[in-house]
């Protein structure tokens, strides 16, 4: 599904008639796709004319360019540059506006396309992914941080390329959700995608001492000089600057390392491009989650994405009351916020990075002050808020009493904003969640997985039991936490119960369409637990469910098909 090239005439681009330089790492399609956006936007122009090096001096004065045209030389072939190109050009009577591509730019003079074209393209941009109207409107894409794209290139029709990938690629997996958090994810993997299409443009030769410098984050690689020819390689395709031996990355570049940039980086760029040099930065990048054992706990917490009532969090749900909210509070808005920056981060980070646990107690502080200011129909989700950010604020640290009395918090804080109920008719199919039972219930889902991996005592175990027992509200999410239970019954060791549970209860649910990814891990799990046992007879079985479960993982291009290599090599599976 492919929406953009969004309508860009209406645009307004200061830029009055002159000359000026376009990157001579475009390719041949940049160049057209910079004339369309180019040419309506400028106030003035009348006629376009795209010609080439060589056709120029085929036409020579005779063309007539009025002062009305917008002309673009494209550089087909470097050997037709002209060695004197400001002298060409000067030979060519009358064009208003001249955008010329030559074997090398002068210092600065491309940086028109940062300043007077990349703002007018990212207003826009912002301006149609808020559009209400949008066809994609239904599936959040209000929610895509088109600032973030500006922020990845300094180049406009990069940035529209970005945004169309990042279409591309939610409206490819909307079944697995379109919260922000979604979307952001759809850019990280256009980034990726597009740093590998721009590294491909180099020969191996050029591409392998390039990508080694992309990944060397900051560390200079052994060998000096290939590090140099690598420098020198991204200059040539816009992605580095080169000065007295020392690369500056572009920002493009310099996101390699992120997940899941360098995850859709791997899947793209060929294998030829990879040396043991650039496999080993990739590696020390690696999330870890990616980089984790093969055990089923740590295997099943990426099953995590299917939460009860349909694949949310908190963070949205409480934004989605916090809109109907009257009178309206600034400070839940923020709550929401925090919420889900605490949410991307792995468990086990102690303490919180410096400033998202500022924010965190900025945001505490002001809810305490606003709840004894607020209207008292207000109060019960300005308690909500606080509950939920103290639970994710400590849902990665190894305090599970901490952790009980936050979830008591948020009980009793969602039982507060619960509406009365209506007795339903006898005999009526049952009525879905309500939204404090999915407030409580993704509370819950959302710490059952560190639970799991960190009980250790018999208590502890049963606690995690029994939280995954109060996360089930559909189906969905019962599949879900019997997969985390049956983690917790491998942990004692009684595979036999964790394998009953993962074939009996997990596995039949993420059979249907739209859990693929909670199929895969599903999966991975079984095989996981057969290898474990130790029988012979259980290696065909594994290695059928670790195939299909590769098969599914790299066609949606996630963490876990890596992770599910490491399990078929440990095992000895990928011999044969």
């Known amino acids: 599904m492919r929406l953009l090239p969004i309508r860009l005439d209406g645009l307004e681009i200061p830029l009055g008639p002159g000359r000026y330089w376009i990157p001579p790492y475009y390719t041949l399609d940049d160049v057209e796709r910079l004339g369309d956006l180019l040419a309506p936007g400028l106030r003035g122009v009348r006629y376009r004319v795209d010609t080439t090096w060589s056709l120029l001096a085929t036409m020579g004065r005779?063309?007539?360019f009025g002062t009305e045209t917008l002309l673009i030389v494209r550089m087909d072939d470097p050997v037709d540059v002209p060695e004197d190109v400001e002298g060409a050009l000067d030979a060519v009577p009358g064009p208003g506006w001249v955008f010329v591509q030559a074997r090398t730019a002068p210092a600065g003079r491309t940086g028109w396309l940062e300043k007077a074209v990349k703002p007018v393209v990212m207003r826009h941009l912002a301006k149609v992914a808020a559009d209400p109207g949008h066809p994609l409107a239904g599936l959040?894409?209000?929610?895509?941080?088109v600032p973030e794209a500006a922020a990845l290139t300094p180049d406009p029709v990069e940035l529209v390329e970005l945004v169309a990938a990042a279409i591309d690629h939610r409206t490819r997996h909307a079944d697995r959700g379109t919260a922000a958090g979604d979307w952001r994810r759809s850019l990280m993997v256009a980034a990726g995608e597009r740093l590998a299409a721009r590294l491909s443009r180099l020969p191996p030769?050029?591409?392998?001492?390039?990508?080694?410098?992309?990944?060397?984050?900051?560390?200079?690689?052994?060998?000096?000089?290939?590090?140099?020819?690598?420098?020198?390689?991204?200059?040539?395709?816009?992605?580095?600057?080169?000065?007295?031996?020392?690369?500056?990355?572009?920002?493009l570049a310099a996101r390699a390392t992120e997940d899941p940039v360098l995850a859709a980086l791997e899947a793209r760029l060929a294998?030829?491009?990879?040396?043991?040099?650039?496999r080993g930065f990739a590696e020390r990048h690696r999330p870890p989650a990616a980089a984790a054992a093969a055990d089923l706990p740590a295997l099943l917490a990426s099953v995590a994405s299917a939460f009860p009532g349909g694949r949310t969090d908190c963070a949205d749900l409480l934004a989605a009351r916090v809109g109907g909210q009257q009178p309206d509070l600034p400070?839940?808005?923020?709550?929401?916020?925090?919420?889900?920056?605490?949410?991307?981060?792995?468990?086990?980070?102690?303490?919180?990075?410096?400033?998202l646990a500022a924010s965190v107690v900025a945001v505490l502080r002001r809810l305490d002050r606003v709840r004894d200011e607020a209207p008292p129909a207000s109060r019960p989700l300005v308690d909500l808020a606080r509950a939920l950010v103290?639970?994710?604020?400590v849902r990665g640290l190894d305090l599970i009493e901490l952790q009980a009395d936050a979830l008591r918090d948020v009980d009793a804080a969602a039982d507060a904003c619960a509406a009365p109920g209506v007795p339903a008719p006898a005999g009526a199919a049952p009525a879905p969640p309500s939204w404090e039972a999915r407030v409580r219930a993704e509370a819950r889902a959302r710490h059952v997985a560190g639970l799991v991996t960190r009980a250790r005592s018999a208590a502890d175990q049963d606690r995690a039991i029994a939280l995954a027992r109060e996360a089930s509200i559909d189906e969905l999410s019962h599949a879900v936490m019997a997969s985390y239970i049956a983690a917790v019954f491998e942990a004692r060791g009684d595979r036999v119960e964790a394998l009953r549970i993962l074939r009996g209860e997990a596995l039949p649910v993420f059979v249907g369409p739209g859990n693929t990814r909670e199929r895969l891990v599903c999966r991975a799990g079984i095989a996981v637990l057969l290898?474990?046992?130790?029988?012979?007879?259980?290696?065909?079985?594994?290695?059928?469910?670790?195939?299909?479960?590769?098969?599914?993982?790299?066609?949606?291009?996630?963490?876990?098909a890596e992770q599910i290599r490491r399990i078929r090599t440990q095992a000895g599976l990928d011999e044969a």
């Open 331 to 355: 400070v839940l808005r923020e709550a929401a916020d925090v919420l889900r920056a605490l949410e991307v981060l792995p468990l086990g980070v102690d303490p919180l990075p410096e400033g």
């Open 390 to 393: 103290r639970l994710y604020a």
């Open 140 to 145: 959040g894409f209000a929610a895509l941080p």
């Open 62 to 64: 005779k063309a007539g």
């Open 205 to 251: 030769e050029e591409a392998r001492p390039a990508l080694e410098v992309v990944l060397a984050g900051g560390a200079e690689p052994p060998d000096a000089q290939a590090f140099q020819a690598g420098c020198a390689a991204l200059e040539r395709i816009g992605l580095a600057r080169c000065t007295r031996g020392h690369e500056s990355l572009g920002p």
């Open 531 to 560: 290898l474990k046992r130790g029988r012979r007879a259980d290696r065909r079985e594994a290695d059928d469910l670790l195939r299909s479960a590769l098969a599914d993982a790299e066609a949606l291009r996630i963490p876990e």
């Open 271 to 278: 294998p030829e491009a990879w040396t043991p040099a650039a």
